[in-house]
T-cell receptor, first 113, second 114 residues
């Protein structure tokens, strides 16, 4: 049972464009929502994370939008670059609990020059 | 900065053999997590340890066991290997203070079962 649903499965964006990846969850106990970036053959690397007490968090070209009532959150990559081409995973965790991450199914982003 | 170290990076085994994967967490991290990532799949949580005690268990087969040692490194032991065990195995570590449990992943061990 996939606790975090992610879409799209793959995404192709022109250089300079905006990449948008969406995630949804059901478990209202989740209170920490990180995004991980993974290059082929490498481990996931934390990109940005948000907690439900804010609706948006921005770090450089990366922004998370969070809608608590809809139980949805999304990653926006502004001015997408070919170097951003990777697989992106959203995840969720209960911080006060066991802390293991539940991952979305991943989005393979390709940014074409 | 020091990262999570995993060894070996690649491992090839035959069916029914055993394998041991090792994980060395970031210094001063007291929690270790193991994840399994099949081809084209998302990482699935297997098991975690905090201060050398098992803290949570996910979808880990009974054929697998793990432990965390006094120096905080962890080992994942896999027996009676099956073809379906072929995957990337990631270890992640976190500290229970300061960075509020951010998990940092290692580079993974690619296990191939023939």
């Amino acid at each position: 049972q996939q606790q975090v649903k992610q879409s799209p499965q793959s995404l192709i964006v022109q250089k300079g464009g905006i990449s948008i990846i969406n995630c949804a969850y059901e478990n209202t106990a989740f209170d920490y929502f990180p995004w991980y970036q993974q290059f082929p053959g490498k481990g996931p690397a934390l990109l940005i994370a948000i907690r439900p007490d804010v609706s948006e968090k921005k770090e450089g070209r990366f922004t998370i939008s969070f809608n608590k009532s809809a139980k949805q959150f999304s990653l926006h990559i502004m001015d997408s670059q070919p170097g951003d081409s990777a697989t992106y995973f959203c995840a969720a965790r209960v911080e006060s609990g066991a802390n293991n991450l539940f991952f979305g199914t991943g989005t393979r982003l390709t940014v074409i020059p | 900065a020091a990262g999570v170290i995993q060894s070996p990076r690649h491992l090839i085994k035959e069916k029914r053999e055993t394998a041991t994967l090792k994980c060395y967490p970031i210094p001063r991290h007291d929690t270790v997590y193991w994840y399994q990532q099949g081809p084209g799949q998302d990482p699935q949580f297997l098991i975690s340890f905090y201060e050398k005690m098992q803290s949570d268990k996910g979808s880990i087969p009974d054929r697998f066991s793990a432990q965390q040692f006094s120096d905080y490194h962890s080992e994942l032991n896999m027996s009676s290997l099956e073809l379906g065990d072929s995957a990337l195995y990631f270890c992640a570590s976190s500290a229970t203070s300061g960075s509020r449990n951010t998990q940092y992943f290692g580079p993974g061990t690619r296990l191939t079962v023939l």
